[in-house]
């Protein structure tokens, strides 16, 4: 009976692999157009560097334990906490703004159901030392673009922002009290997954005055901008004395400079679970299928701080691998895997002999990707066969008559034109193929 | 006091992980050569999977935990592990050859001293379903021409190999029993780290009978296979019944094929520690400093049997970036980071404005990386130093009255040429620079 991997991980074959490789090949280019740099932390950190963040709660979802020092240490959740710690370190040194991204591996202790993995990617960009929404639109362009690379337009997926600020403004606007936000934040955040008698009864247990409810209640009925500037009206702010707003003005007016204002869409249920978010927040949604959360982000302007560095404006986001890869599959936008060998070189008269190892070497040395069967002395015909499972591009035929002209023969295995080749061009022939 | 990450691990800011992105784009671009598909698996085991392997004492190596479901998991030390429980996995479905890299990260608990991490990461290279030298030896060439792709040559490093099959036979024929290889295995590792009187010592305790001792120093003494030849001669062998002899003069005349005798060198006192190695056994290494290891690997005919899977003959290799990176820098031998971006498109008027980030979206549409300023009002000084900091290639000057006669000034950061542009035809004057 084999040994099987850990529950929640994933082994990836080399046709898992170069899906997954054609992923990140595309990530990497977008984010290279956008001009971010890629930076990389530890697999692991002390475990107080996810609690300072979240609070001791969110051991329960983490991978965490004591090392041979007696250190207790976790296995990474999300990567901003090693960002804002690398940042903190630098300290004033670092030149700002950041423009940072990586791809990095993730893991969460969570129940398993279905599309939930314990160890997962996720692309993160960031940008450090911008305190204006510019900086918010960047990556919402940037994320939005990410996903246009792969092929998906506005009919696939939307990003949908808020404003923290704006929230807690409009809250305190309603008279809420402050000690109420953070179970008003947690109940916007679940709002979309319950019934509506469910709300009701969830938002009474938290705000008991009903004529707050009330209000509440408009607000939440905010499908956009205008709406919020008109419910802001009626708690007697008028012109509304709302600073955030004109905050979200300007990303809208931003992205539609970036020219995607047909991916922007206001609204108020987008809160981002993490407490630490204070300001811009958004995600970008599958519109199809389950409406599942492609990306999601916003500005933490508090991180770097809250870990000993100095005052820094941040804004960032992460998008990971599992959706991705499935709306990648449902689309059909991912291209098949590539050939292992763009030559699989084919002995007539023997096996690995001296002749086929100096072409390989010639071959390689020149750029081009070749291989041949290990095996002594096998047939033509099993050697093809190898080349196919190879997935190679073309088949070199070594030795026989052909060569005793100098010659090789060359036969294309996607399209199986067969040509001879003078052996002192072989080189310049196949890189001309490839 | 900023919080420190874990002792033993690195942070790869965005210059370190150029330099790292370098070597891993090398590592690709060799494999490829070689015919070699790319695979991963998860970043964490259970713990069974390394002590089948190599014993429970490996544990104290480990990073390993109990989960919250109760499962004791380790991180993984080395990837042949679960390559070899891929491998088993998939059983006769598995198409052979297998011609497999991975560039992993790896963990191992490890007393802290200068050149030891405890998270590392590592090239493999393996191919599974050969019986014959001839994938060692491919193997063997892989890992040369991985170092010579650098710009290291013959005077930098060598390939050491031996054979483990070839030392039990020559043990056995000195009289030495069984029970007495793994020790003897253990001291032949160590012997070159240790003086000539220790080593006698804890020969002495390993085998009682001076003669065998004897005759084990003699064999100790064979510089190359002749010698090897004639002191199985000794043995009264003649002709030495050494079959493990014939394959490593295979392998000899195959590198020789290879092209790359030069860099092949027989080395008796490569045993390679893990006991799982079954035949031909090798080693890159450091000619200059301190002979430090840059790559090991060897033939593992077992494992993927030992993991429940069908009888499979397996040979690879792993090389670590630690030491090959210190090697690059000491030879200079990797470029500088690249730059952030090749456009900084820089503002004559205002900040980011309309006009900006229309010309940045039509670039990177383009496929030209740009970025601007996401500050308002900046000058156009601090503007050109953030385009310093960024070591973008050049700044277009957008806006003033070059742009009221469809223009845009374009400076090469670089060379410091200046030129102007008409706009209509930055994308093509650009993406002919890059």
């Known amino acids: 009976m084999p040994i099987q991997g850990p529950k929640g991980t994933r082994d990836f074959y080399p046709e898992d692999m170069a899906f997954q490789q054609f992923m990140f090949d595309s990530w990497h280019k977008s984010c290279r157009l956008y001009g971010f740099e890629q930076y990389e932390g530890p697999m692991f950190e002390h475990l107080d ?33 090693t960002l804002a710690r690398m940042a903190a370190a630098k300290g004033t040194n670092l030149k700002r703004p950041v423009r940072w991204y990586s791809i990095c591996r993730l893991f969460r202790y969570e129940r398993m159901q279905k599309g939930r993995l314990r160890e997962f990617i996720q692309l993160n960009m960031d940008i450090l030392g911008i305190e204006d929404v510019s900086a918010d639109a960047e990556l919402i362009a940037a994320a939005v673009d990410m996903m246009r690379a792969f092929g998906f337009d506005d009919t696939d997926f ?25 179970p008003l934040y947690a109940l916007l955040d679940k709002k979309g997954k319950m019934s509506g008698d469910d709300f009701s009864r969830e938002l009474e247990g938290i705000v008991n005055k009903e004529d707050i409810r009330g209000k509440i209640n408009d607000m939440f009925n905010c499908g956009c901008i205008d709406d919020i500037e008109r419910f802001a009206g009626t708690l007697g702010s008028s012109p509304p004395q709302i600073a955030s707003l004109d905050q979200l003005k300007k990303l809208f007016a931003l992205i539609d400079s970036y020219g995607l204002s047909d991916y922007l869409v206001f609204d108020i249920g987008i809160v981002r679970g993490l407490a630490y978010y204070t300001g811009i927040v958004f995600e970008l949604f599958d519109v199809r299928g389950n409406l599942r959360a492609i990306a999601g982000g916003g500005r933490y302007d508090n991180l770097v701080g809250l870990y000993g560095g100095p005052p820094t ?69 099993k050697q093809l066969k ?49």
Do not use: H, W
């Open 49 to 81: 560097l996810y609690t300072q963040k979240s609070g001791d709660e969110i051991e329960k979802q983490l991978y965490s334990f004591e090392d041979k020092g007696g250190r207790t240490i976790a296995l990474r959740p999300e990567l901003t906490p």
């Open 158 to 182: 939307k990003a949908r922002v808020s404003s923290r600020t704006m929230l807690e403004e409009l809250f305190l606007l309603c008279g809420v009290e402050r000690d109420q936000l953070k």
């Open 313 to 381: 404006p941040a804004a960032g986001f992460a998008a990971g691998d599992v959706v991705l890869g499935e709306l990648l599959k449902s689309k059909s936008l991912a291209p098949p895997p590539p050939p292992r060998s763009d030559v699989f070189l084919i002995s007539i008269d023997s096996g690995a002999s001296a002749a086929i190892i100096n072409t390989a070497q010639q071959l390689r040395a020149a750029g081009i990707s070749c291989e041949f069967s290990l095996k002594d002395n096998q047939n033509v015909g």
């Open 386 to 434: 190898s080349a196919d499972s190879a997935r190679s591009r073309c088949a070199l035929f070594i030795g026989g008559d052909e060569a005793k002209n100098g010659q090789f023969r060359l036969k294309n295995l996607i399209t199986g034109k067969e040509e001879l080749i003078n052996i002192s061009e072989i080189d310049r022939v196949l890189r001309g193929m490839f």
